[in-house]
């Protein structure tokens, strides 16, 4: 398995409308484990495809303690929603960042698994919250979209600002130390 690399906004690559997958191969299994491990390393409870720069409607989630209630869901469309409820939600491709955000309480969700299988998913509380989440992101669309315009631009250049002196460091080590 490989540790993925996850884009950070304002990267262009997240506003990239995911496709729908066709196949579900062990090619495809492979990259899904990859995601979990990206995921769980981060660590996150959700990560979807086109934070990784895969731009397919694929996305991974385990909101368990233990971590050991891993969801994959292939071509995820959100078939009900009902109710409001405002969490505070981050994101890995945000990082530092926590905000909160409007969404539907309770969701319905038809997908694929893993293994090509289809199923139906009726949820609330935070699984609700992190799978519409991560649908946004295949839609290309993050959860500072919710905020004001001055609170996105604020995490914008402090995510750029962290971003050059990250670079810097790299480009430079010794002078770390």
Do not use: W
Not at 7 to 31: G, M, Q, S, W, Y
Request: charged share 30%; aromatic share 6%; glycine share 4%.
């Amino acid at each position: 398995m490989a540790k993925l690399e996850i884009l950070h906004f304002p990267d262009k690559r997240l506003r990239t409308k995911a496709r729908e997958i066709n196949t579900v191969d062990e090619a495809l299994r492979l990259f899904i484990d990859d995601m979990f491990e990206t995921m769980y390393e981060a660590p996150g409870i959700g990560l979807a495809a086109t934070q990784v720069n895969f731009h397919k409607r694929l996305m991974v989630i385990d909101v368990s303690e233990e971590k050991d209630e891993p969801l994959c869901f292939i071509n995820p469309v959100i078939t009900h929603k009902e109710g409001v409820e405002v969490m505070q939600e981050g994101c890995l491709s945000v990082p530092g960042f926590y905000e909160d955000v409007e969404r539907a309480e309770n969701i319905t969700v038809t997908a694929l698994d893993k293994h090509g299988e289809p199923f139906e998913l009726t949820t609330g509380d935070l699984l609700a919250v992190c799978i519409q989440h991560e649908i946004d992101h295949l839609d290309g669309k993050l959860f500072v979209d919710y905020l004001s315009p001055l609170k996105r631009n604020r995490i914008r250049k402090k995510l750029e600002r962290m971003e050059k002196e990250l670079a810097a460091q790299n480009a430079n080590p010794a002078s770390t130390l």
